[in-house]
């Protein structure tokens, strides 16, 4: 069970439209750039982000995206459900009612004990994604990137933003 | 990201294993016949437990399959790796490398913000799946199974065991 990339390339460009000053949108194309990514493929991602209206876009030659929301109020789990979508890693198919020693017909009301420790341990995995937000990431990123890095990213960023 | 439906029977499968007495195997014929699954594709899933020694296979007419441990010493997340792997949910492909901003060659040796909070949540998931084990969920299902049905099923699986 693997994430797609796509995880990876919209939680990193994501990282960067939260720097962007309000009314500034920023092009697939320089998000493509910036992470070295292949723009086609990039862009169904972005729309899928924009799809769940984690992001707003501008059409035209200055078009682009930016975030619909403030950082702080855009957790890890909104993106990655963006991508991956919202269903549970579990899926139970209640197999359970199979078995041929039940009176036929006969099964449970309540989910398999098999199914809700699976579902315990999705939650587990969501809590922790819903917790982390995008502010805190920025936070985190300014602290470890080199500040060299950090502001000439940023500077790259500006001179780009439609 | 979804789970294999495999990872449903194994741990199914596991569940009725765990009741076998000493020296006593069970065919994934009868495996197959108790959960209404298909034959072949149930082999494989049960290979994989084997390869992962998680059980002990026996050859023959009257071969099968037996646990290679304690209920109490098998986790939910040894049963689900034998059949997913390993692996971690979130491949950080260290996209940040690609930043035109930075100086060439240059990158961080420490993992990226995204990848560390993504492998908590990845751990927050096998947190859980290591903290139940097979003795656990037969303890449960030994409450929530209708006593009828669980003591038909145990009669029909001795039945058949090899």
Redesign the interface.
């Known amino acids: 069970?693997?994430?797609?990339?796509q995880?990876?390339?919209v939680?990193?460009c994501c990282?960067i439209l939260a720097s962007l000053p309000d009314g500034r949108f920023l092009s697939t194309k320089s998000l493509a750039?910036?992470?070295?990514?292949p723009k086609e493929y990039l862009s169904k991602a972005l729309q899928s982000l924009s799809q769940a209206g984690l992001v707003h876009t501008s059409l035209g030659p200055s078009g682009g995206y930016r975030l619909a929301k403030a950082p702080g109020e855009l957790t890890?789990l909104d993106i990655i459900e963006a991508v991956?979508g919202g269903?549970r890693?579990?899926?139970?198919?209640n197999?359970?009612?199979?078995?041929?020693?039940?009176?036929k017909g006969?099964c449970?009301s309540?989910p398999c004990?098999?199914a809700r420790?699976?579902w315990?341990?999705?939650e587990?995995?969501?809590?922790?994604?819903r917790s982390?937000t995008l502010a805190d990431?920025v936070a985190?990123?300014a602290e470890?990137?080199?500040p060299d890095?950090w502001a000439?990213?940023f500077?790259?960023v500006m001179k780009r933003t439609g």
């Open positions: 069970m693997i994430l797609k990339s995880v990876e390339w939680l990193h990282a750039e910036l992470h070295g990514l890890f991956e269903g890693t579990f899926v139970c198919n197999i359970r009612a199979n078995n041929p020693c039940r009176p006969y449970e309540s004990a098999i420790i699976m315990e341990a999705d587990a995995w969501r809590g922790k994604l982390v990431l985190t990123l470890e990137v080199r890095i000439g990213t500077e790259w």
